[in-house]
């Protein structure tokens, strides 16, 4: 994983900025009961989509490892509902808040963390609750709706290892801990979409499930993303999914 402390500077202008966070805060409000009080954004960063959470009536409280992401979250949620904490300790008690989100997070770290953070959604969450996390974060940027979605969709099934927020390995694990599924959003990367030049590039120098990969797979797959046509041409930007899940005993 990146150092989010060294990449706090930076973070809101190289990841969509402001109409990121929009887009993506919009998909959790579709899902989010307008009644929720208490909401507790897990790994929030810098706060720039926690901030777009917030509602008259409700407490957006962010939670975050790294200290230079708090520091600017902080003013955007005010002093206070700013957290040093990890996803699997939360520094709250049980079944104390409406719903819990985790944005961006879960593709990031191994599936024991992924279970534990789920584990600990459900213990804080009052009974009715919801959870609501990006899923299949890494298909949807590989595997748009375009000629080049298609050839990075074959690859990634071939040479990628599972993702750790696959949509139905969250849902099995949400299960074992009471949560069950209460809705499905998705929002736009805007801007996001590449060309067949550009991804032929990314997957020669930048990707790490191509780097250990046989180069000649590797050179394939260059020389099939140079063969589509319109080279330049930026493909369908990626549509990112957000799912919720509800903690049973409303
Ligand atoms: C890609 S950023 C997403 C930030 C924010 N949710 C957003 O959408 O802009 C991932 C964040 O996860 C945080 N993080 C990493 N490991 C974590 C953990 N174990 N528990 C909670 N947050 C974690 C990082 O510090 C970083 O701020």
Known sequence: MLDYDLEAAHYDQTRGGVARARAAADAVLELLPADC???????CGTGIVSELLTAPGRTVIGVDPAAAMLALAQPRLGGGRVVRGDATRLPLATGSVDAVTFMWLLHLVDEALVASAIAEAAR?????????????????????????????RLARRELAPPASDDVERVGELAAAVGLQPAGLAGYVGHGQGRSPREWARRVREDIAWTRGADPARVAEICRALEALPEQEVRRADPVYKVAGFRLGGD
Do not use: F, H
């Open 124 to 152: 804080v969450l009052r009974p009715g609750g919801m959870m609501i996390t990006t899923v299949d974060k890494n298909a949807a940027q590989y595997e748009t709706d375009s000629d080049v979605g298609e050839i990075l």
């Open 37 to 43: 009080a208490v909401l507790v954004d897990v790994a």
